[in-house]
């Protein structure tokens, strides 16, 4: 799917509610980390996630994913964001769908693929 004029993988998850999400990735974010990590019901095999949210308005915008001991070099790292969080009209954070259109977009210079 092209994105911003970038072609970028999205993926569909589920969690055990069943609530269904449209995920992209991205290997940073300025996002506010909420609670612990998590190892269980993570969709991706031996990564933590810990729920990430706007900075400004704290809306719940996908997951910080961590593997390994974070003050290793084994560390890695991505966020998860759910695409229909970054286009909702809600937050003034990230992107609507008229920043999309004009490409004067304050969220896509908040996170980096």
């Known amino acids: 799917m092209t994105i911003l004029g970038r072609q970028q993988l999205v ?36 990564y933590e996630w ?24 084994t560390h890695k790292s991505f966020v998860g964001l759910v695409l229909d969080y970054l286009i909702s009209k809600e937050c003034k954070f990230h992107v609507n769908l008229d920043y999309a259109r004009t490409g004067t977009c304050v969220w896509k210079t908040h996170f980096k693929y």
């Open 50 to 73: 810990t729920v990430c949210l706007c900075p400004n308005c704290a809306a719940h915008l996908g997951w910080y994913f961590q593997s390994g001991n974070i003050q290793s070099k």
């Open 11 to 46: 993926q569909v998850f589920e969690n055990p509610v069943p609530e269904k999400f449209d995920v992209i990735t991205a290997s940073t974010a300025e996002l506010k980390l909420s609670g612990k990590a998590y190892l269980a019901h993570s969709w991706w095999p031996n």
